[in-house]
């Protein structure tokens, strides 16, 4: 593979396997991806072309990228997408998927960060009623929904080294069995995967299989961070004020000249994320149609070190066990549900966190 073999296949093999192996590697030479680097095409161009609706830019690190997504897109090539948080990871997996021979199938998004090694099985493959003492019911698993479309296996960096294995065999040779039936059962799926972690120094660490890696990595799409496409920024935050005038009712709305300066000046830590947070929040707290660099700035600057003990709410009002239970859903809510994150950002092992989930009867 480091010589440049674009995929191996082990034995032993199925036949459907390898006709897809040999198809992936023909759709990627007919698409010129091998060892090309041109100039990016223009955003219209890539318009006229392809379905990228929702995705915002004019970059040309982010023309690059989705150049190079759009043409790999209709090859059932694995595709890996990495990058910072928040900068547009999933945009990318669903566009990928939209514009891919798959798209009336299913896009089958599986957060692997949020699925504990024990479950990760059940999960992912299914299982048969009566096959561990808590399976009531039959459940199918994500590969099986996603059969004839897309998978998308997210936070992929934080999957556990058991569960890294088993799942590993399902996407060399695409077979799996349910949990509680010995059958082994075929699925036909494009794998695009997505983290936020260094997968090759993870590798060089022991902590992510190498065998894994090359696996999930025929083409790895980088999405650069906002701060690296400040010009971005301000069509960006254009967008996401429309789409929040439109959820909130507040129409009309604009955002002043120099706000939008202010906004290309921030290292956006968060990326599109947090962008979109903030602009949401600038035009919730905006009194009249224009949103200024105040509106912005009253939250952004000020809230992190200054406001933290004004934030709490007054003595009294709450217990511990509320304000506990509030930061939880205020994390998940921030962190889209993901686990592994609110874990980390509450400063709790997963394990403790689902704890905290029983107790205050919290649906992650
Ligand atoms: N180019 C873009 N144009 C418009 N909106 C975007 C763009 N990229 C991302 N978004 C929006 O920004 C938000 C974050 O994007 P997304 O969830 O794809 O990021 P991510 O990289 O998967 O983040 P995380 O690492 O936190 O999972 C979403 O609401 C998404 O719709
Ligand atoms: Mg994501």
């Keep these: 593979m480091q010589a ?11 036949n459907q396997q390898i006709v897809q192996s040999v198809r992936t590697s023909l ?9 090309k680097q041109s100039e990016p095409p223009s955003r219209d161009d890539l318009n006229g072309r392809y379905d990228l609706d929702g995705i915002v830019g004019r970059d040309p690190g982010l023309l690059r990228i989705l150049e ?21 990871k999933e945009a990318i997996a669903e566009a990928i998927h939209r514009n891919s021979e798959r798209r009336s199938g299913p896009f089958v998004k599986v957060n692997l960060g949020g699925i504990s090694a024990s479950l990760f099985e059940s999960e992912m493959f299914g299982h048969t009623k009566g096959a561990f003492t808590d399976a009531h019911q039959s459940r199918r698993g994500r590969f099986e929904v996603a059969n004839g479309g897309t998978i998308l296996l997210d936070e992929i960096g934080d999957l556990d080294t058991s569960s890294q294995v088993k799942l590993l065999r399902v996407l060399q040779d695409r077979t799996y069995e349910v949990l509680g039936s010995s059958q082994p059962r ?3 799926v494009r ?10 120094e993870m590798v060089a660490l022991g902590q992510f299989r190498e ?3 090359y696996r999930i990595n025929l083409i790895t799409v980088h999405v650069p961070a906002l701060r690296e496409r400040p010009d971005d920024i301000p069509a960006l935050a254009g967008h996401f004020l429309e789409l ?3 959820a909130y009712g507040k129409v009309g709305m604009s955002i002043e000249a120099a706000a939008f300066r202010w906004l290309r000046g921030r290292p956006w830590p968060g990326n599109i994320r947090e962008l979109k947070n903030v602009v949401e929040r600038a035009l919730l707290v905006a009194r009249g149609d224009v949103v200024t660099v105040a509106d912005f700035a009253e939250h952004a600057g000020a809230g992190a070190a200054a406001g933290r003990s ?10 511990i066990d509320e304000i506990e239970r509030a930061m939880i859903i205020k994390s998940l809510r921030h962190h889209d549900g993901n686990v592994s994150r609110v874990a980390d950002s509450l400063g709790l092992s997963r394990a403790a966190l689902y704890r905290r989930f029983e107790k205050y009867e919290i649906e992650p």
């Design 186 to 188: 075929t699925v036909d």
């Design 68 to 88: 190079l997504a759009t043409r790999v897109a209709p090859t059932d090539a694995s595709v890996l997408v990495t990058g910072e948080s928040g900068t547009g």
């Design 244 to 246: 929040a005038s439109k």
């Design 211 to 213: 065998d894994l890696l």
């Design 191 to 200: 794998v695009i995967s997505a983290t936020n972690r260094n997968l090759t």
């Design 4 to 14: 440049g073999a674009s995929d191996f296949i082990t034995k032993p093999w199925t």
């Design 310 to 319: 004004h934030a709490l709410p007054d003595v009294g009002s709450m217990t």
């Design 27 to 35: 759709g990627l030479a007919a698409a010129g991806q091998i060892g």
